[in-house]
Structures are given as C-alpha cells and as structure tokens.
C-alpha cells in the first residue's frame, strides 16, 4: 500500500486534522453557509422538504447539475462544462459537489440552498475524475476517485473543504480503475475498483482485469480488506450503504453479449462477496450493467439506464422480487419509506416494496445518480 501526499507535513496535518474530527470552516465559508443554512426550507418558493439533486442534460444539449424537489421540479440549476455523473452531498446538506463522467476534467462545488456555485475545480495533470466522491463524517475531507492519465491506477484525492477544496494528500496502491467510493463507517472508505485500464473510454486490459471491493482506512489511506469476485469480467461499479450497514455493488459486465452474470452483489465485512438472484433471461434485460442502487427496509433495488429497467431483491435470500421496465432508468433514493426512481426522460416513480407507486413526469432529463439532501 503506498500513500501519496503534497509532503510530508501536509500528510502530518492531515493524519491530525482527520483524528480530532473536527469541521473549520473558513471565515468566507462561514458567511456562505449561514447564508444556506438561513435559505434551507425556503427554495424559490417551494415547500419545505427534502431534495434531490442530480446531474442532468438540459434542454438546449447542454449539462447541469440540479435541485429539485421530490417530484421532479427544478428549484436551482448550476451549469456544468461537461456531462456530469454523480454528485457528494457535505452532511448537514451545505455544500455539495458535482463529478464530471468518467475520464473527468472537472468538479463543481456548490451550495444546495441558493445554487450559487464555487470557482470549477480542474482535475490535477495526469490525472483524471472516476465521477464520484464521498464527504468524511464530519464534512471536512471530500474524497473523490481519480486516475492516473496513462496508467488508470487508482487513486483517490482528498479535499479540504475548509482550504477551497485543496488536494492535500492522494490514497494510492488499491487498484486500477476506481469508480464509486462511499463512507462505509466513519473510519472506512468503501471503494469499487472496476479493474479496467481505458483510453478515454476504451478498454485495453479486458483479458487482465482485476476488479475488488477494496476498504481503506481514512487516516492512513492503507487497505484493510478486498474482497474479490471469481468471474473477473464484472467490473464493479456502483455502491450503497444498505440498512443493515453492508455494502451492495452493482457491475458492468465485460464479458461476451450473450453470456449472463448477477450484477449486484452484497459483503458483509470479513466476509465473501455474495450475488443476487435472477434467471439468465431476467438478467439479459439489465443489459450487462448496473447503475444506482438503494436499500429499504431489507430489499435493493438496482436501477439500469441501458437496459430500461429497475429490479428489486429481498437482501435476506437474495431473491428477485420485482423487476419493471422504465424508460432510462437512472438514480435511486429513499425518502420517508419510499424508493424515489428517475429516469433520463424525466420520469419519477415513488414506490415501496408492495406498491407500484406512481410516476410524475419531470422536465429534468436525469442522468445516471441521485442523492437525497434531506431537510
């Protein structure tokens, strides 16, 4: 395991900094959050509530990031640059952050509660965005997948928000082709490593993959378990918290088009990497890949835009339960007991285990993930 830092005496401070746990903000800082904390619950207009924030594609072809409330309606909109992905949410719900689609160029910070935007945070040289990152629990630290330009080695940059989002150390030695990281405890970053080296976007070690779940201790940024899959064609992506505190990851299958593999598996830790359940036919309709996934009251659900559909699970038995077709099935997240499903043609659907819910039609055209700023 290798650690990667500016210095040494940023990795000291960070290493004491991440110990003591404790959020300062900057007098700046402290301006603009009172400002969002005085505005939350106050959104142009709209009732109080929680908020989805998500990126998107607009209208006229260009790209954003937006907040909206649980039926789709937009209350802010941040231009981004480039298409984004997904978006880390600061706890307490003041500052967000919102990822560039892999190979990324760019984050963009922002406030939720006004929209107003921080300066574009470019990617290092030789460097690259994975399209996710994850805040500590205390909110000082964000930490986001990035790759090494020539190489796809894994990495993953740590941001001060209490210093304009300054990288001060880099997490390295895990693997190639990191792509979602989540707080698996407030000592534990949970990272899926898709195991692929791409040009741009095109793969070149399909033959030689080596993708993992891999668990980092924050303060040493050193790995503390793996956990491995037998078919190393499955590229694990996307990941979520479930109630019971594992992890669910949900996969790109790299294999041939007609082979079939379960795309969503859950790992308690010190144990193995357990799949889901489907009948071959069943998983042919998620067409090989798995985009957002969230857990309620013991059942998963796993969305795919290219396959046009949702699946849900019962996380005891690993049993599919349900499986529907929704047009660009995108992100997922759970408010008040309820899955909330969008879709990339600006679709909703609330539902819960039993119930099919309803859709409202949104005029956001949702891309792949969501989070929950809840009020």
Not at 6 to 32: H, N, Q
Not at 85 to 95: D, F, K, S
Not at 99 to 108: D, K
Not at 210 to 223: C, E, F, H, R
């Amino acid at each position: 395991m290798q650690l990667m830092v500016t210095d040494l005496t940023r990795r000291a401070l960070l290493k004491k900094a991440l110990g003591t746990a404790i959020l300062l903000p900057t007098a700046g800082m402290l301006s603009a959050c009172a400002s969002a904390e005085r505005s939350m619950g106050q959104l142009s207009g709209t009732e109080a509530g929680d908020r989805i924030i998500g990126c998107s594609r607009t209208a006229n072809g260009h790209y954003a990031v937006v907040v909206a409330d649980l039926k789709g309606r937009p209350i802010h909109q941040i231009a981004l640059p480039e298409r984004g992905h997904g978006v880390a949410i600061q706890p307490g719900g003041v500052l967000a952050v919102a990822f560039a689609r892999r190979p990324g160029a760019y984050m963009q910070a922002f406030y939720p509660a006004t929209g107003e935007r921080l300066p574009l945070r470019r990617a290092d040289q030789n460097r690259h965005y994975y399209g996710h990152g994850a805040f500590s629990a205390d909110g000082r630290y964000l930490f986001a997948t990035e790759g090494v330009s020539t190489t796809s080695e894994g990495v993953i940059g740590v941001y001060d928000t209490t210093a304009g989002l300054q990288k001060v150390a880099e997490y390295t030695g895990f693997g190639i082709g990191p792509h979602e990281v989540v707080l698996a405890d407030p000592d534990t970053l949970a990272i899926g490593v898709g195991g692929v080296h791409t040009f741009g976007r095109e793969p070149l070690n399909l033959d030689s993959m080596q993708p993992a779940l891999v668990y980092l201790d924050i303060q040493s940024g050193k790995a503390v378990e793996k956990a491995v899959l037998s078919d190393k064609r499955l590229s694990i992506r996307h990941l979520a918290v479930t109630d019971t505190g594992d992890i669910a990851c949900g996969q790109q299958y790299r294999g041939l088009p007609e082979q079939t593999a379960s795309l969503v598996h859950l790992h308690t830790r010190g144990g193995e990497l357990r799949p889901l359940l489907a009948d071959e036919e069943d998983w042919m309709r998620f067409n090989h890949y798995i985009a957002s996934i969230a857990s309620l009251d013991g059942y998963l659900l796993a969305t795919s835009p290219r396959g046009n559909c949702y699946g849900i699970w019962r996380e005891e038995t690993g049993d599919l339960v349900d499986l529907q077709p929704l047009t660009d099935a995108s992100g997922v997240a759970v408010s008040e007991g309820q899955w909330l499903v969008g879709s990339g043609a600006g679709k909703i659907l609330t539902r819960t285990t039993l119930n099919p819910g309803r859709i409202d039609q949104s005029a956001v055209m949702w891309d792949n993930h969501w989070k929950l700023l809840f009020s």
